[in-house]
């Protein structure tokens, strides 16, 4: 594998800078892991689905589980956004970054009757509904306060979206949306209750997908839905197509958003359908090779059979490699150090062998040195813990040769605030 770098990151006289800003810098400034984000990477990536969209009416509301640091929702939300939230914590803060309500969806399998009630006194823009008992609790939460819930409905296309098991979404043995079979029936019941206003349609086939076919096979049987619902007397005004597309983590190729989006738009103006209002919600695609995750190699530890390197950062920071074997370039912050190069397990100090962030990794670089790990602006920051007591890492964002501290690292005295009862 030939090493690229993702957007707006390169070496600049031997160093590693993201836009105009030298990591080694804010790695001496901030300490480590520290997580760093372009501010550009994240703009150009919504820029490909604005010009995928334009012309049509469409909402993209950023899916926020993604990473939802304030900074990065005000950049996206300023540029246009609205927020896809998944529970009352994400609307919470979703309201704090100043999206419009009327811009929120609110997706997932479990909300509880508070968060119900929460997003509809708020006005939220759509509830995405997953099953028939969250479709009654919403119609009487919503009676009880005299208004009507906006929802779609999350329909399960069964396709195979060919990703990773645990982060496939649309085949119909998982939890989520409603099975095909079920749709028509769920959307009678729904246009039926007073406290719902039905307002579209949505799915979601699953993340880090690489190939077009399964969004085209998904749009067709949402489409075959869709005509079979408005045939059965309910309205239906917009298309909700979740979000899912991939990035280039080990020599990925995803369609470009924007070629997708041409894509599938011939697919719906084929079919009749080009007057529809289109929401999308991705989330990894506009964040994930904005950002990367500054360590220091701590010690090394050569084996028999195995060669370690063991950094400060770890499992509890960067948790794809644990949850899916994920794979995560990683790289030096200085080309220019004059190191023998071995192959290295690039591990963290928790104690669980699950805790590696990349394996047989050629580098070259000793104790003391500082890597960076690529592709971590999604789904690291927003999934890591304090697990073994481990404070959560600081977050910078840079504009150009600006570089800002966004959330300071978290202190021991952070983590013993919330335990009372001593
Ligand atoms: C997670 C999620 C998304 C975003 O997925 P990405 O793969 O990050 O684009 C969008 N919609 C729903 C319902 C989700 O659960």
């Known amino acids: ?37 372009s501010e550009q990477s994240m703009l ?12 049509r009416e469409h909402l993209i509301c950023y899916a926020m589980k993604a990473n939802a640091n304030l900074a990065v929702l005000r950049t996206l939300v300023q540029a246009g956004c609205g927020l896809d939230i998944v529970s009352g914590g994400e609307m919470a803060r979703a309201l704090a ?61 069964n396709v195979d979206a060919k990703t990773h098991p645990y982060i496939s979404t649309g085949l119909k043995d998982n939890k989520f949306g409603i099975a095909h079979d079920d749709v028509l029936r769920t959307y ?27 969004y085209l096979e998904a749009m067709d049987r949402v489409l075959d839905l869709v005509e079979s619902i408005e045939a059965a007397g309910v309205p239906i005004h917009h298309l909700d197509f979740g979000g899912g597309l991939g990035i280039n983590y080990q020599g990925d190729t995803p369609p470009a958003a924007d070629a997708l989006w041409l894509q599938l738009l011939q697919r719906i103006d084929a079919r009749g359908h080009g007057h529809r209002k289109i929401v ?11 950002g990367v995750c500054v360590t220091e190699v701590v010690f090394e530890k050569p084996g028999a059979h195995k060669n370690f390197l063991i950094v400060d950062a770890a499992m509890n920071d960067l948790p794809r490699p644990a949850m899916y074997q994920a794979f ?36 070259a670089v000793q104790a ?38 966004v959330r300071r690292r978290e202190t021991s005295a952070d983590l013993l605030q919330a335990e009372t009862g001593l």
């Open 1 to 37: 594998m030939t090493l690229t770098l993702p957007a707006h990151i390169h070496y600049r006289d031997q160093l590693l800078h993201i836009e105009d800003v030298a990591l080694d810098r804010l790695a001496a400034e901030y300490g480590t892991p520290l997580f760093v984000y």
């Open 44 to 55: 150009d990536a919504l820029a490909a689905y604005q010009r995928g969209l334009a012309g």
């Open 97 to 157: 970054a100043g999206v419009a309500p009327a811009k929120i969806i609110f997706s997932g399998v479990g909300k509880t009757r508070q968060e119900m009630r929460d997003a509809l006194g708020a006005g939220i823009g759509c509830f995405n509904v997953e099953s028939t008992a969250e479709l009654d609790v919403l119609d009487a939460v919503a009676r009880e306060m005299g208004l009507r819930a906006p929802v779609s409905i999350r329909v399960n296309p």
């Open 188 to 214: 009678q019941h729904a246009a039926a209750c007073s406290g719902l206003q039905v307002l579209g349609i949505d799915c979601h086939i699953g993340s880090q997908i690489t190939e077009t076919a399964p």
């Open 280 to 290: 999308i919600e991705p989330g990894r695609s506009l964040v994930g090779n904005a």
């Open 328 to 363: 995560h370039q990683i790289v030096p912050l200085r080309s220019d150090l004059a190191r023998p190069a071995h192959t290295w397990d690039v591990v963290g100090p928790v104690c669980e062998s699950g805790d590696w962030l990349g394996r047989d990794r050629t580098l």
């Open 368 to 405: 003391g040195d500082h890597l960076a790990v690529l592709s971590a602006g999604a789904y690291c920051m927003s999934m890591a813990s304090n697990y073994n007591a481990r404070a959560r890492a600081a977050e910078v964002l840079v504009h150009g040769s600006q570089a800002r501290l």
